[in-house]
């Protein structure tokens, strides 16, 4: 079944309702943030190449547009999925990593996607390092130029008004301070975008120096580094409308 786009919260409870019984693929996106752009693809592929499996039905839905459905699962990173059925949430998954959601799917599901060389592309996280062949045969990854790294970094951290490096993802942070700091991000209903640092090293470490900054998480708004978690705790201490302020900087 090919995607269908939610229009109205309405719409929504029809659909999910109606359908309960099937295998329900929820994908929260925004016009706004740049990995949206990659799993727009990657969500029509995948209901493209199950449109003859009726157990599964594929709702996008803008989060921004319709804050409310965003509200009730508590959405506040895209890109975000959520699959169901029966009004049961059976996995949540945030972040734009192709192979993690093709893996969910396959695994609710009763018709298996391929994840290499299948109808669904995968891509990287974010990486543009190309591949090349070893002696042996075997694919290796060509190493980034600084060059090519610094622009990749530059794309990544204006990839959304708000950008997030963090340990982990907004649904199961894996360190202490990426949960404060997520945290922090929810309470104050902000928007963001978000980079799980542990799996792309490169990212990682040359962030450290892009930044200037030596830990995690790192927070940018529109481009520009704002800090860690101490320093956004000081920054909301001394005002309390820090982020608007700094987007409208």
């Known amino acids: 079944m090919a995607v269908i786009e939610i229009q109205s919260e309405a719409q929504f409870s029809e659909l999910t309702k109606s359908d309960a019984s099937k295998l329900i693929a929820l994908y929260f996106h925004t016009p706004w943030a740049g990995p949206c752009k990659t799993m727009n693809s990657v969500f029509k592929t995948l209901a493209d190449s199950k449109a003859n499996d009726p157990s599964i039905l594929f709702l996008s839905i803008n989060a921004d547009d319709l804050s409310e459905i965003s509200e009730l699962f508590e959405v506040s990173a895209v890109p975000y999925?959520?699959?169901?059925?029966?009004?049961?949430?059976?996995?949540?998954?945030s972040g734009a990593d192709p192979k993690e959601f093709i893996n969910a799917l396959n695994q609710f599901s009763n018709s298996p996607t391929a994840v290499n060389g299948g109808s669904a592309p995968v891509e990287s996280n974010?990486?543009?390092?190309?591949?090349?062949?070893?002696?042996?045969?075997?694919?290796?990854?060509?190493?980034?130029?600084?060059e090519a790294l610094e622009e990749r970094l530059k794309k990544l951290?204006?990839?959304?008004?708000?950008?997030?490096f963090m340990k982990g993802s907004p649904s199961s942070p894996q360190c202490g301070f990426s949960r404060q700091m997520v945290a922090i991000l929810r309470e104050h209903q902000v928007r963001f975008g978000f980079f799980d640092i542990l799996k792309d090293d490169t990212v990682r470490q040359g962030l450290k120096k892009y930044s200037d900054w030596p830990t995690f998480p790192q927070l940018y708004i529109n481009g520009e580094f704002q800090g860690g978690l101490d320093i956004i705790k000081e920054s909301i201490e001394e005002d309390d409308q820090f982020f608007e302020a700094a987007l409208a900087a």
């Open 81 to 93: 999925f959520i699959l169901i059925r029966n009004s049961t949430i059976l996995k949540e998954l």
């Open 126 to 146: 974010g990486s543009s390092a190309a591949p090349i062949a070893s002696a042996n045969g075997t694919t290796v990854q060509e190493p980034e130029s600084e």
């Open 157 to 164: 951290t204006s990839a959304a008004p708000i950008m997030l």
